[in-house]
């Protein structure tokens, strides 16, 4: 037995189905196994590594099994980068493997010699190199057991070619998977009795007490259970931007988004006059916190954190409670529980809360309603909401960072639970979505993948275009096509000025090249040609879409970005009636 079939019944025996990646000089005996056993496991050809690294993260995200992409050595780990901070940043399992140079080769000289282990080790939870083809399914099982348990990450594994193409004797070794560890959370830590008794006791105190569900909720697929409590109380709850599908939008306890980036003014203000803050599954980072400038009223002693990770623990403020546990467990244990809270206390908590969501929906209309070009976002994002509640289909929607951000995450309403909605935030980096689309298919194929990217963006990655139209993937692709990097542009005239530098660039004919590609593809440079683009490509289930919308550029006037709102003396907790230039 080859140690290349060592390594895919491994990942069989974990229940891998898709492994994503580039082929190489390196990994040509990792692929003829793979292709021994194409019945049972796919792999899914990418046009660039870091495109298969954001397939392995989408898959990831909309699974509860880590997403495992491949790449060569040298220049094809170094691709690999990128996507693999990434997923560890964001708490999303994901397995890279790298097909190294053989052993024999290291330290002479030998072509795309490179020390992976090393490059990998701050941006992964574990990053190994395999010395043993003996040792291939201890390491596979140290892997998925890393990846899988306590808070989730990346972990990458440096195989040199030696050790795939080395004779392994099947009794020497043990070839068992620990099924604990195919899915996460894998051993989830359940919250000990007296921390729940005291939050309990927290919450019958608090007459505005406020749950903030973030990353690892979602992470943790405790938004129904998180939900279910807070109607038992009637206790309301707002999201990070990671945290967004925790419940469904419309419902009376969904007060909206909170912190910086598309924020909704009414959930910056329920959490300024909360006198209890339930932080479920949120390091309480600088993007929820506005570098940690809001709210004004400190956290200190009024926050209860809820996390799997002991790390993050009353990390930036001084906790009144730390509950270490599974998100998903945590709340399933308090709704088995007697709590005595009287929820009609809250009641004018809710009420004021939803007065004040109600103002901002009526403020936020003549916006969503507009129709001037070049299109509005505002508009876009509607649009996109009527298209999806119309077809009745449930999605997975991946939003690249630029553009897309702040309108979606304001404007952007769910309430299918069977939708879901991700943001890669950990390094905003751009190029994810469109790859994306592929991993969230193979994730669940089901329901239908959207991508959502601005230009910039689409220039990183409109190669993997080829790879949707190959492998039939009916993707709905969106492109907010403005010919700029918006948001860098945006910083250079929140400074006052208009003196932009290296920020435009000619904007692409979309259309053009979806169609070069043999893809469906419309154009939509008004609100009726979008609406009529968006519900023909629901209605298109035979292959990727593609509509190429030509939308305002977020430097065009100031996004709904509370930091930014604030350098321009505005008050940004205030529901928005007026445009605001940024000179």
């Excluded at 669940?444 to 990655?461: E, Q, V, W």
Aim: hydrophobic share 40%; net charge negative.
């Amino acid at each position: 037995m080859l140690g290349a079939d060592v390594l895919v019944e491994m990942l069989i025996r974990y229940g891998v189905d898709t492994v994503f990646g580039v082929p190489g000089d390196t990994n040509v005996p990792f692929y003829e196994a793979l292709a021994q056993r194409e019945g049972e496991i796919r792999h899914v050809m990418a046009r660039d590594e870091r495109s298969a690294g954001y397939m392995a993260d989408a898959y990831g995200r909309f699974t509860n099994r880590p997403g495992v992409f491949e790449c060569p050595s040298g220049a094809g780990a170094m691709y690999s980068l990128p996507p693999v901070a990434e997923s560890n940043g964001s708490s999303v399992p994901v397995i890279l493997l790298t097909i190294d140079i053989p052993l024999p080769g290291e330290g002479r000289g030998v072509l795309t010699e490179l020390d992976c282990a090393k490059l990998f080790e701050p941006v992964t939870k574990m990053s190994v190199q395999v010395k043993s083809a003996q040792k291939l399914p201890e390491i596979i099982r140290r892997a998925f057991r890393v990846a899988c348990s306590g808070k989730p990450g990346a972990v990458h594994l440096q195989i040199p070619e030696d050790m795939l193409m080395a004779e392994v004797d099947p009794a020497t070794i043990s070839l068992h998977a620990e099924t604990e560890c195919a899915t996460f959370p894998a051993y989830p830590p359940r919250a000990e009795q007296h921390r729940l008794d005291r939050l309990v006791e927290l919450i019958r105190q608090a007459e505005r007490p406020l749950i903030v569900a973030g990353g690892g909720a979602s992470r943790a697929d405790a938004g129904d259970a998180i939900t279910r409590f807070a109607e038992a109380h009637n206790i309301p709850i707002c999201t990070t931007m990671t945290g967004q599908g925790s419940i469904s939008d419309d419902h009376r306890l969904a007060i909206g988004v909170i912190g910086d980036n598309g924020y909704h003014p009414h959930a910056n203000w329920a959490l300024e006059q909360s006198d209890l803050a339930i932080f479920v599954g949120s390091r309480i980072g600088s993007v929820v916190t506005i570098g940690w400038t809001f709210p004004q009223i400190t956290l200190n002693r009024r926050v209860a954190q809820i996390d799997i990770s002991p790390e993050v623990m009353a990390n930036n403020y001084e906790n009144l409670l730390s509950v270490l546990g599974d998100a998903k467990l945590v709340f399933h244990d308090l709704l088995a529980m007697d709590t005595g809270i009287d929820g009609t206390r809250h009641e004018p908590w809710v009420q004021a809360l939803n007065d004040h969501r109600a103002d901002f929906w009526h403020s936020a209309e003549p916006w969503l309603a507009d129709e001037r070009v070049p299109l509005r976002p505002e508009r876009t994002v509607r649009a996109f909401n009527r298209a999806l509640e119309r077809s009745g289909q449930p999605a997975l929607i991946y939003s690249d960072a630029g553009t897309p951000t702040p309108y979606m995450t304001r404007f952007l309403r769910i309430n299918d639970r069977a939708t879901r909605f991700a943001i890669p935030r950990a390094f905003g980096g751009l190029g994810s979505a469109l790859p994306a689309t592929v991993g969230a298919w193979r994730a669940d194929a089901t329901k239908r993948p959207i991508g959502l990217f601005g230009d910039g963006s689409f220039g990183m990655t409109v190669g993997e275009l080829e790879t949707l139209v190959r492998l039939n993937v009916p993707a709905i692709l969106i492109l907010f096509n403005n010919g700029t990097f918006g948001w860098i542009k945006g910083l250079h005239r929140l400074k006052g000025h208009n003196q932009c530098f290296g920020v435009d660039f000619l904007p692409p004919d979309g259309k053009a090249i979806a169609e070069a590609f043999g893809m469906k593809a419309w154009r939509a440079k008004t609100g009726p040609e979008l609406d009529a683009a968006l519900w023909a490509a629901f209605e298109h289930t035979s292959g990727p879409c593609f509509i190429d919308v030509q939308v305002e550029s977020l430097a065009d006037r100031v996004p709904p970005v509370y930091s930014w709102l604030r350098k321009r003396g505005i008050d940004p907790t205030r529901a928005e009636t007026a445009d605001h230039a940024y000179f």
